[in-house]
T-cell receptor, first 112, second 114 residues
Framework: DVKVTQSSRYLVKRTGEKVFLECVQD?????MFWYRQDPGLGLRLIYF???????EKGDIPEGYSVSREKKERFSLILESASTNQTSMYLC???????????FGQGTRLTVV | AQSVTQPDIHITVSEGASLELRCNYS??????LFWYVQSPGQGLQLLLK??????LVQGIKGFEAEFKRSQSSFNLRKPSVHWSDAAEYFC????????????FGSGTRLSIRP
């Protein structure tokens, strides 16, 4: 059974903290994505990666960075968390040439 | 720019009634098309997908969708809904590129009236 695993279901962080969200996939997929989900806005792409150490900005990269040191792992970093980054964060992966995405369960982040 | 539009934010239907959720996309070529469902507190699950061939595709849980190139639409249908179908539904477009990027619509929340 294919799997995308996000390290935390729920996180509460303070304003100004550095926050790491981790995502691991076991399908040997080339591409990995971080989305942010907010009511009425659907899923918005923050960053994606098509290879180890490669990354591209999505639609809303401001305030975020990413790291992909190994093929199976893609990390989202909030350098200095702010309250407007309170949201649901979803990680996904795809195989190149087959854009069906597999999603993790999501991390609900609250910044106080 | 590529986009996906789901014009209905929230739909309520009676249990046993038929359902159609609308989706329109803007893209220069025929994209990959998907419908995903998200139950409360859960990640997204793929309902069905269209890559090529027959424009009427069947998915899980009794759902189907029809690709209409002339209307740039990919509407989701179910002949008879069940209370367990209450969820949020997302239409998505997969773009031809090395990164296989996917763009999502804003979602339609489905409520079921007993």
């Amino acid at each position: 059974d294919v799997k995308v695993t996000q390290s935390s279901r729920y996180l509460v962080k303070r304003t100004g903290e550095k926050v790491f969200l981790e995502c691991v996939q076991d399908m040997d997929h080339e591409n990995m994505f971080w989305y942010r989900q907010d009511p009425g806005l659907g899923l918005r792409l923050i960053y994606f990666s098509y290879d180890v150490k490669m990354k591209e900005k999505g639609d809303i990269p401001e305030g975020y960075s990413v790291s992909r040191e190994k093929k199976e792992r893609f990390s989202l970093i909030l350098e200095s968390a702010s309250t407007n980054q309170t949201s649901m964060y979803l990680c996904a992966s795809t195989r190149t040439g087959n854009t069906e995405a597999f999603f993790g369960q999501g991390t609900r982040l609250t910044v106080v | 720019a590529q986009s996906v539009t789901q014009p209905d934010i929230h739909i309520t239907v009676s249990e046993g009634a038929s359902l159609e959720l609308r989706c329109n996309y803007s893209y220069g070529a025929t994209p990959y098309l998907f419908w995903y469902v998200q139950s409360p507190g859960q990640g997204l699950q793929l309902l069905l997908k269209y890559f090529s061939g027959d424009t009427l595709v069947q998915g899980i849980k009794g759902f189907e969708a029809e690709f209409k190139r002339s209307q740039s639409s990919f509407n989701l249908r179910k002949p008879s809904v069940h209370w367990s179908d209450a969820a949020e539904y997302f239409c998505a477009v997969g773009l031809y590129s090395s990164a296989s990027k996917i763009i999502f619509g804003s979602g339609t929340r489905l409520s079921i009236r007993p």
